[in-house]
């Protein structure tokens, strides 16, 4: 009998698992790939092994010895706290069991995998997901991405730098949506001058013989390419878990729902005729859900949870952690302050982009009063010794210089700079208590306070 379940070692769930065993639980994680999960092995680690790799030769050196380092400190970490991990697929047999092991808490962090387009072609050998590019032992000499979303921009970045000739073909008029739209169009441009193609507004239909078709203004056209990269989303790890036996029903492609707590334990059903949609609700009831324990049912009824990328929220290694610290809390009675709606998140391209809170477009859809201010690299001391001149801040804040509303950034580290607006944010600062604040000179951080 264990305190706590935890199935996923990811950043999520190792990050649980420590944090939860130093508060004194008893806690069993269950992973039956590496611990470290996508981030550490195939994702967020090795990638940027790669962007602060001189060489391509130097990236396939490095990223093995990277890894293991960060591997083998985990896994001490976890020792060192009392975690049992139990290197095995968990499979649930009822809401409270694992394996075999029982506790009365479950967090469920199994992550993600890249997302294929069913087209045809997608089987030709020369297709790989990020996961396959980052095992290639040979410089691509011709690279075609699909998708100019995260993985694509990071990807064609610095497999340019290497040496390959980069092919972008994205469905969407411009890359990056989640970012101010002339940031993102910043950026590409950056990258276009670099000497990648883009091929924005273009439909991907199949791949024939190493050629990328794709439809562009009603447009056939292709491109040649030794190596192509899909990297057209994630989906959530949702199979083989027997969460039918937990009483969970996932949400097709888009991971298991949760409450705003990550809980993902059934709701009791209400009554048919109390159903606002009866013909959903027919839907979702399954033989299986119909038959399961009811939420808070008695001794021992306990509670399972969902994070990370499993929950299809907030597809971000930092994201997960949090949601499995707030979690935690929530198992011990603690009550925090996480604002989860201030989620920061970067591009590490070179340079980078990075943003907190919501875009321009967005503010306005919402109907936001807001006023924005810019302040760019070329006018900050920092930045010209580094020669890093190409960049630019937006703060958006409430009229008056108010409380700070968001934050999105294009330049050479671009994630730290974020990261500080983040602080304000979450903190619920105006920017005049950020031009009050200060900053050291010469910084880049500097930009921030020199917005006009
Ligand atoms: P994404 O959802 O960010 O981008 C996928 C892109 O593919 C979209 O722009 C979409 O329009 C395009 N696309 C889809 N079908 C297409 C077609 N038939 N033809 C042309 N274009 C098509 O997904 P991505 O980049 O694979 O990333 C997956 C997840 O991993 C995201 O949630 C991302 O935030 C996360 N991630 C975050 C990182 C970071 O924070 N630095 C790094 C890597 C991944």
Known sequence: MSDLIIIGAGPGGYKAAL??????????????????GTCLNVGCIPTKTYVHSRSFDEAVERQPQVVEQLRGGVETLLANAGVTLVRERGVFSDAHTVNGVTAKHIIIATGSRPKMLPIEGADDPRVVDSTGLLQLTTLPRKLCIIGAGVIGMEFASV??????????????????????????????????????????????????DGRVLFEQKGKEQAVEADVILMATGRRPNIEGLNLAAAGI????????????????????APPLGECPNAAAASVSLSSENEALPQRGSGEGAGDIYAIGDVNGRQMLAHAAEMQGI??????L???DDIRFEVMPAAIFTEPEAALVGPSEDQLKAEGIEFECHKGFYRANGKALAMAETEGMVKLRCEPGEGRLLSCHVFGAHAADIVQEATAFITLRASLRQLRQTVHIHP????????VS
């Open 333 to 335: 009675g603690i009550t």
């Open 19 to 36: 944090y939860a065993a130093r508060q004194g639980l008893k806690v069993t994680l269950f992973e039956e790939g590496h611990v470290g």
């Open 249 to 268: 029903t996932p949400d097709g492609r888009a991971g298991i729902p949760v409450d705003e707590h990550f809980k993902a334990s059934p709701l009791p």
């Open 326 to 331: 707030h979690v935690v809390n929530r198992i």
């Open 443 to 450: 910084t880049l951080s500097e930009v921030l306070i020199e």
């Open 159 to 208: 497999f340019q730098r290497y040496g390959s000739e980069v092919t972008v073909v994205e469905y969407l008029k411009e890359c990056l949506p989640m970012l101010d739209a002339d940031i993102a169009k910043r950026l590409r441009k950056n990258l276009e001058k670099r000497g990648i193609t883009f091929h924005m507004g273009a439909a991907v239909k199949g791949i024939a």
